[in-house]
């Protein structure tokens, strides 16, 4: 398992792809996101232009970035490529280009997250069943756990029943798994009123405890080898032993309703830790509109909506990240629950957010300095440079077959230079998987930037045709 590259309780101002990149694998046991797709279409126009970086935000248009992606995409996970094109003929470029944002970015999420790690996926309707075939293509559809619907709402009659369609009211948070051996602790839910009414029939007089009367006969006395004996006047194979009986019987906890029926036992409800939770959550109320917890940013998860999830999928002591952090409301959870967490948000509001929001529900814990706020990229610590990065030369040209991995023309060893396919400057390390050799003119144009950049320019140039638009060729 890697040892995290950050600081507990880190809120980052940036693209989190970059800052994802630059993040140790396998260092986090938790992460919930909640990425925008509500908006009709075009929450990918300043998520991708963003991801692109300041410095070339101009030159870029979404489908550049696009073909970039598709490129990385169709070369290291065809299968990855596949679901995204489909999702492209199916509902259209701006669908394909939201799942191409999110799939650069789960693939990073797939690799910081620990081998016992769980991921939560929270979206609505509107593209759920294709993040869904996204989470299957990445973590493995035998890794899917749940998928919970959150009633986010109560019923409203905005118009839409005008529309002649139900009214939406709930989200999907997708559950998924890095194995199969990942953290859980059940959380419990109380007994709806009905259940109660049905089973916890009867009620004690003297303490007004409501309890239920379980068989004391099976299963399994005669099987368990128990041999026949009496209690209070009835011989059965009872299900304990003598001695547990008369245990029991001494602590009021096998009653006989009158003299010679069959003892039972007196399951009190309040003993009971409920009914283990569902995957249907109606239950935890959307945010009122004057709840205290309420901060004024427009997509605020509650507080218990979190709670859940931290509680369900992480210790305490475990590593919380939410890479769409928006005001940060899985922090503030995992903070109150113990968890040492991580946050990212492009928006710098975020981060203020965050910090006053700590402080009123966390008080003076949270004097300054105790929250790290970070605008850098983390550096990894967790992949050694053997050798220097140069050095790599003659096998990169070898597995290259000697072409230059931006236009693909052949050229003679010399007129290569090694680059950094991530720039170090945004989080690349030396590593031989990082390393690819470029003739000077794509080495030129790429700057010290990231190779999505390159290759939509190539495309742009006619330097590249779309289909061989590629990234990284080799792991
Ligand atoms: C739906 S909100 C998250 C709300 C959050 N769960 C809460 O309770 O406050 C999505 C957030 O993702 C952020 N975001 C969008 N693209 C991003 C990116 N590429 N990197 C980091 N944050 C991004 C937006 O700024 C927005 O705050
Ligand atoms: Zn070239």
Same mark, same amino acid.
């Given at each position: 398992m890697g040892e995290p590259n950050f600081a507990d309780k880190t809120l980052w101002t940036g693209d989190n792809l970059d800052i994802l990149r630059g993040m140790n694998s396998e260092c986090v046991d938790l992460i919930y996101l909640d990425p925008p797709f509500n908006s009709n279409r075009t929450y990918e126009a300043p998520v991708g232009s963003r991801a692109a970086g300041a410095a070339f935000k101009d030159a870029w248009t979404l489908s550049d970035l696009d073909v970039a992606w598709m490129g990385l995409i169709a070369d290291e996970h065809p299968a990855l490529y596949s679901v995204i094109e489909s999702a492209g003929l199916a509902h259209g470029k701006s669908m394909q280009s939201y799942l191409c944002m999110m799939a650069i970015r789960l693939l990073e999420m797939y690799r910081v997250l620990k081998e016992t790690g769980s991921i939560y996926l929270h979206c609505d309707p509107t593209a759920s069943h294709y993040l869904k075939a996204l989470l299957d293509t990445i973590f493995g559809s035998d890794c899917f756990r749940s998928e919970i619907i959150w009633?986010?709402? !109560?019923? &409203? !009659?905005?118009g839409r029943q005008g529309r002649k369609q139900h009214g939406r009211i709930h989200d999907s948070i997708l559950f998924y798994t890095k194995s199969d051996r990942w953290t859980w602790n059940t959380v419990y839910t109380p007994y709806d009123s009905d259940y109660v009414e049905r089973f916890y029939r009867h009620t004690e007089p003297e303490t007004g405890r409501r309890y239920r009367l379980g068989d004391l006969t099976g299963p399994g006395g005669a099987a368990k080898g128990n041999p026949e004996y009496e209690v209070l006047g009835v011989t059965r194979h009872w299900r304990y032993s003598e001695e547990r009986m008369a245990e029991l019987i001494d602590m009021g906890r096998i009653i006989q309703s009158r003299p010679g029926s069959v003892p039972a036992y007196k399951r009190y409800l309040d003993e009971m830790p409920g009914v283990p939770l569902q995957d249907i959550w109606i239950d935890v109320r959307p945010i009122a509109a004057h709840a205290k917890e309420r901060i004024g940013f427009p997509t605020q998860k509650p507080v218990a909506l979190l709670e859940r999830i931290i509680t369900s999928s992480s210790d305490p002591g475990d590593l919380i990240l939410d890479p769409f952090c928006g005001c940060a409301t899985a922090c503030v959870s995992a903070e109150s629950l113990g968890r040492r967490w991580a946050g990212i948000d492009l928006s710098s509001k975020a981060a203020d957010l965050v910090n006053i929001r700590l402080q009123e529900t966390m =008080?003076?814990?949270? &004097? &300054? =300095?105790y929250v790290t706020a970070r605008t850098d990229i983390p550096k990894r610590t967790d992949i050694e440079a053997p050798v220097h990065y140069r050095k790599n030369a003659h096998v990169l040209f070898g597995q290259q077959e000697g072409r230059c991995n931006g236009c693909r023309t052949e050229f003679p060893f010399r007129m290569f230079d090694v680059d950094h396919v991530i720039p170090v400057s945004r989080g690349g390390t030396d590593h031989p998987s990082n390393l690819q050799l470029l003739c000077a003119h794509c080495n030129r144009t790429k700057g010290n930037r990231p190779q999505e950049y390159l290759i939509a320019r190539l495309v742009e140039q006619g330097l590249l045709s779309h289909t061989h638009a590629s990234i990284q060729p080799f792991a």
């Open positions: 009633k986010r709402s !109560s019923a &409203h !009659s905005d =008080g003076d814990l949270f &004097h &300054h =300095g």
